[in-house]
Nanobody, 122 residues
Framework: QVQLVESGGGSVQAGGSLTLSCVASESIFSWNSINSVGWFRQPPGKRRELVARIVSGGSTYYADSVMGRFTISRYLTKNTVFLEMTDLKPEDTDVYYC?????????????WGQGTQVTVSS
């Protein structure tokens, strides 16, 4: 199973920036064109929501709430996906989780990291 380790969370004031990192134990993007890594968060009382996703081929997706403020990117040789967050708002406060899913040599996988806390104060 693919292991994921997140880091980079912290506390900032509104308008500030943070960059989250997600390191995978395997080179999942090299396995095929459909594997993806996404960042999720779960606001209180709501379902876990997808914030941003990047696919093996390089295409990206962003939730409307973060479009233009967050950027997802990757460093293939280090099996790392980044989420650069700028112009942070108090409503961005949450635990952010990294997810990797797709198809690997051992079959389908759907892995989650332990989460990293982001706190934005007004």
């Amino acid at each position: 199973q693919v292991q994921l380790v997140e880091s980079g969370g912290g506390s900032v004031q509104a308008g500030g920036s943070l960059t989250l990192s997600c390191v995978a134990s395997e080179s999942i993007f090299s396995w095929n064109s459909i594997n993806s890594v996404g960042w999720f968060r779960q606001p209180p009382g709501k379902r876990r929501e997808l914030v941003a996703r990047i696919v093996s081929g390089g295409s990206t997706y962003y939730a409307d709430s973060v479009m233009g403020r967050f950027t997802i990117s990757r460093y293939l040789t280090k099996n790392t996906v980044f989420l650069e967050m700028t112009d942070l708002k108090p409503e961005d406060t949450d635990v952010y989780y990294c997810n990797a899913n797709g198809l690997g040599p051992g079959g389908p996988f759907d892995s989650w990291g332990q989460g990293t806390q982001v706190t934005v104060s007004s």
